[in-house]
């Protein structure tokens, strides 16, 4: 079919028609455009004043409310009440823009209020327990100063007070400079363009500053940027695969557009032939497409991490509360009824109620340091760095949770173009003027001059006159770098006194592209390009070694369907050229389309697909992983197999994990979980089919990552749990605005690198956890332990808010940000039924806790039989020191060296100096305000010393073999 395409390149003014056609000059490619001006039937408004209801114009389009869209007269009434002119265009001053986005809404989704400091800071005041330590501290300091006035009062009393507000505040800061980084990733992201008309100027703009009541104008390749109208146009079709109203299981959702029948255009739909004016009616959230992306982003499913987190921390959560109540009711009874008898018995009134505020202040710290609040912070750290590394590897994160997602990873669904290949293709065999001899084995001179010519002329015209966003244009870029290197003719001679009338492209760009070439006044030439078995089926005639035009029998064809099965096989992408001789008036008799049939062909090529440098090997890197790595094309099954085995997708014998679409499609239930795990290759496959796998994919439980470089991919975009696009490579821009990672460099190799990082994510917060459980087991259990043996807690609630603090913020600075080991992509995945905490983890966090324990309760006990000066202060110094000890520990969950790589992760060694220094500082200076006494040089060696034992112990467990769930 053909459409009279305009280009847009050159223009200054808006056209209100696109009659006209395409001069292409001898010496150079540029366009230019002859148009015909009509008059609009609307006035030009100068006022920025709308009059019409945006609950009406919201519902317009997205529900084709035709009666309400006569009712309004129309397009040409709603532009009317819009005040549009047609041919001009919106006002487009800035009162104008702020008037309608003011009265419409922005054509932005999804843009959340900026977050200030105090909102940090109030929701960390969410933790009830947090709050009402405050309000016993402030009890206990109102205490102290009416009993030692205010100096004395407020330094013996106050440290619980300081304690929470350091807490508080370190966390705030925390947490908003996070914010800040996170915000400011997120800012990069590529802007699509649209072009609208504004006071008569066609300009081109961001699609976000589009506005309701804006003439925004469409060609073929266009995204529609918002919902609107048709005005004016010709031969619009478009692509609502992507569409809300898409459906399931129909492949084809080309949809015509026109004036009279169906005017209604959705944003985030394609243009795929033809061009037009569309009168914007809704934007942003209220339109088609943003409705879409809400319901994405409002959704509750949660990531596998992001479950199994809350799943934790819930049930941490739930034995620290068990362990705050059984330690408040034992000092109570102590207290009250217990070895404290006497003493409550002569106690003043403000005594025991100074006693049980601060009873009831050190069971609230157990609640708080029993939370594991630094998980948060940690997953935090680790997205961040991983985005900032994964960033360094060309690979842009646009979606957080993928980093964590990229580390689960079962299955990676991919395509040939793009993604294992570049969009740059070579021609490697090539048959002109004969039909089944190669070009490899004759010369070049041999070709008749008249097919010479013909062939020439085609491949320039189809070079310089289809725009890039109209057809894969690789194709006729290799074509074109071929023929003119065999045969040495210059570009100027052949395009001489040609004048490209019209063009168009099929629903698939390599089915068929033709293009009209007039060479005299009564003579139209109509070149075809596209998918060869297509192309010769059309064809009637061939030239043969002499330049004679011979009839092409059925037996000749299957000749040559032999030759390009055997090219197909060796991954070549058959394309064919062809042409049809017509004369005006032949042209004037055809009313529509010119038909596709007795054509003459003038020759067929066979293109390799070159190469993307480092994509085998990273091929072979996620197999070695356990990710399955699947292709899912459209093209055939000859191709697909050959380069399939060619990046090692397949092995030599695989041929039974080759499927094609309706294969697959056809299945039953059964046979598709039967046969799903088994399958490689997907060939001749439609966007319905690729759905279809995923859904099936992610029904056998599998996580499943999905390069896509259509808008036609939409629905199997939507359903993957990873979207990854490449950026240069013919990439849409709405797949990549849909997508969670983009590739930047455009290599797979890139790909294999983001799950190594996704890896490392979910590892190091693995390391994290291993770490914080140990930490919470120990203090809950000598706190339990030496509060029933000796009615006091093991350490005081400023020393616990202390350790607390600084292991929840340093441990998770220092762990969160280890690099992946080397060893990380030769193990499995983590599939989705496999526990956060494994069975190796439990055993180091289990042999730990046991070590803490021991001698921490050893000291305690045996340190107040013994009459120790400074029990207490050992206690608290050797607990922090261990949990130092306990960091290189956790990181390496099973490796028995844990200090390799240590003196290359300069980070993890500073935090352990300033965690040091801190508890020095703590102990050493201010010591008056955690109310401990100053350790001396030996007692600090014997701190030391209890902690590094931690290291052999922490060796000598991982001989144990442990088995991990299936």
């Not at 000059?25 to 008059?39: E, G, L, M, R, W």
């Not at 350790?803 to 913020?809: A, E, L, Y």
């Not at 300069?906 to 703590?922: A, C, D, E, P, R």
Request: charge should be neutral; aromatic fraction near 8%.
């Amino acid at each position: 079919m053909f459409s009279t395409s305009s280009a847009y390149y050159h223009r200054q003014t808006a056209p209100t028609s696109f009659t006209g056609y395409y001069e292409i000059p001898p010496a150079t490619a540029s366009y230019s455009c002859v148009i015909d001006i009509k008059k609009s039937p609307m006035s030009n408004f100068s006022s920025s004043t709308t009059n019409i209801d945006k609950s009406v114009l919201n519902t317009l389009v997205k529900n084709r409310r035709e009666d309400e869209f006569n009712k309004l007269g129309g397009v040409n009434g709603i532009g009317i009440s819009l005040n549009t002119d047609k041919n001009r265009g919106i006002n487009g001053s800035t009162e104008d823009i702020l008037s309608r986005t003011k009265a419409y809404g922005a054509n932005t989704f999804l843009v959340p209020p900026t977050k200030s400091f105090l909102h940090f800071v109030m929701e960390t005041f969410k933790n009830l327990a947090l709050v009402i330590l405050l309000v016993c501290g402030a009890i206990l300091l109102g205490f102290g100063v009416k009993q030692h006035g205010v100096k004395q009062g407020c330094y013996n009393r106050g440290s619980i007070i300081c304690a929470v507000m350091a807490v508080i505040s370190i966390s705030a800061i925390c947490n908003f400079a996070q914010y800040k980084k996170l915000n400011k990733h997120f800012k990069e992201t590529e802007i699509i363009e649209s072009q609208v008309v504004r006071d008569g100027i066609q300009v081109r703009i961001s699609m976000f500053e589009i506005v309701v009541g804006d003439i925004v104008c469409l060609y073929t390749g266009d995204h529609v940027p918002a919902d609107g109208l048709f005005i004016e146009g010709h031969s619009l079709v478009l692509d609502e695969s992507s569409s809300i109203h898409h459906v399931t299981g129909v492949d084809n959702m080309h949809v015509r557009v026109n004036r009279n029948e169906n005017p209604f255009l959705f944003s985030g739909t394609k243009v795929v032939d033809g061009n037009a004016k569309m009168l914007v009616t809704c934007v942003g959230t209220k339109s088609s497409w943003g409705e879409k992306i809400i319901s994405n982003y409002e959704s509750d499913e949660k990531t596998l991490l992001q479950t199994q987190l809350n799943e934790l921390s819930s049930s941490v959560g739930k034995v620290g509360l068990a362990v705050a109540l059984l330690v408040l009711v034992v000092l109570l009874l102590r207290y009250f009824i217990g070895n404290n008898y006497k003493e409550f018995n002569g106690s003043k009134y403000e005594n025991v109620i100074d006693h049980v505020v601060e009873i009831i202040a050190a069971s609230l710290t157990i609640v708080v340091v029993s939370v594991p609040e630094g998980l948060a912070l940690a997953v935090t750290i680790a997205i961040l760095c991983s985005m900032k590394r994964m960033m360094a590897d060309n690979a842009m994160v646009r979606t957080i949770s993928a980093c964590e997602t990229m580390g689960s990873i079962k299955t990676m669904c991919i395509d040939i173009i793009g993604t294992l290949s570049s969009n740059k293709m070579t021609v490697t065999m090539a048959f002109i003027s004969s039909t089944t001899e190669s070009m490899e084995r004759k010369s070049y001179t041999f070709i008749p001059p008249n097919v010479r010519q013909l062939f020439i002329k085609g491949v320039n015209l189809l070079r310089y006159s289809v725009e890039k966003r109209l057809a894969d244009t690789n194709i006729d870029d290799a074509v074109f770098q071929w023929a003119h290197s065999v045969q040495n003719i210059e570009t100027d001679q052949s395009l001489t006194y040609n004048n490209v009338m019209e063009h168009s492209c099929f629903e698939k760009n390599r089915i068929g592209i033709l293009v009209k070439g007039r060479f005299d006044e009564n003579i139209i030439n109509v070149y075809w390009r596209g998918d060869a078995e297509t192309i010769i089926a059309s064809c009637s005639h061939y030239f043969d070694s002499t330049g004679s035009t011979i009839p092409l029998d059925e037996q000749e064809k299957g000749t040559i369907q032999q030759i390009l099965e055997n090219m197909a096989s060796s991954g070549l992408l058959c394309i064919a050229y062809a042409y049809k001789r017509l004369t005006r008036a032949e042209r004037a008799n055809i009313e529509t389309e010119i038909p596709d049939t007795h054509l003459t062909l003038l020759g067929y090529v066979g293109l390799k697909f070159l190469h993307q440098p480092g994509t085998k090997e990273a091929v072979e890197i996620c197999q070695q992983a356990g990710i399955n790595v699947k292709m899912i094309t459209s093209e055939n099954v000859l191709i697909s197999t050959a380069i399939a085995r060619e990046y090692g997708i397949l092995s030599s014998h695989d041929q039974e994990l080759v499927v094609e679409g309706a294969e697959f499609r056809n299945y039953t239930e059964e046979e598709r979980n039967e046969n799903i795990e088994k399958i490689r290759v997907m060939a001749s496959s439609s966007p319905s089919d690729k759905l279809l796998m995923v859904n099936c994919l992610k029904n056998n439980g599998h996580v499943v990552g999905v390069t896509g470089d259509s808008i036609k991919d939409a629905l199997s975009l939507s359903k993957a749990d990873i979207v990854i696009s490449m950026r240069n490579q013919g990439t849409d821009e709405v797949a990549k605005q849909c997508s969670d990672i983009v590739i930047l460099d455009d290599n797979f190799a890139s790909i294999a690198k983001a799950l190594r990082w996704g890896r490392g994510v979910y590892n190091n917060i693995q390391k994290f956890i291993q770490f914080q459980v140990t930490f919470n087991v120990v203090a809950l259990a000598i706190n339990v332990v030496v509060v029933v043996s000796s009615g006091e807690l093991a350490l005081t609630t400023v020393e616990l808010l202390w350790v607390n603090f600084i292991m929840d913020t340093l441990g998770a600075l220092a762990l969160a940000t280890e690099k992946p080991s080397n060893g990380i992509m030769s193990v499995p995945p983590v599939g989705i039924t496999e526990p956060l905490i494994t069975n190796v983890m439990w055993r180091n966090i289990i042999s730990q806790a046991l070590y803490q324990i021991a001698v921490i309760l050893f000291f305690r006990f045996k340190g107040i039989n013994k009459s120790f000066f400074r029990t207490h202060e050992i206690v608290f110094t050797s607990f922090v020191f261990l949990q130092i000890s306990n960091l290189f520990n956790a990181r390496k969950l099973e490796k028995k060296n844990v200090f390799e790589g240590v003196f290359c992760n300069k980070s993890f060694l500073g935090i352990i100096g300033i965690t040091i220094t801190l508890q020095v500082v703590m102990v050493e200076l201010l010591n008056k305000f955690a109310n401990t006494e100053r350790l001396d040089w030996k007692e600090w060696g014997l701190c030391v010393g209890i902690a590094v034992l931690s290291w052999p112990i922490g060796c000598l467990v991982k001989f144990i073999p442990v088995q991990e769930a299936a």
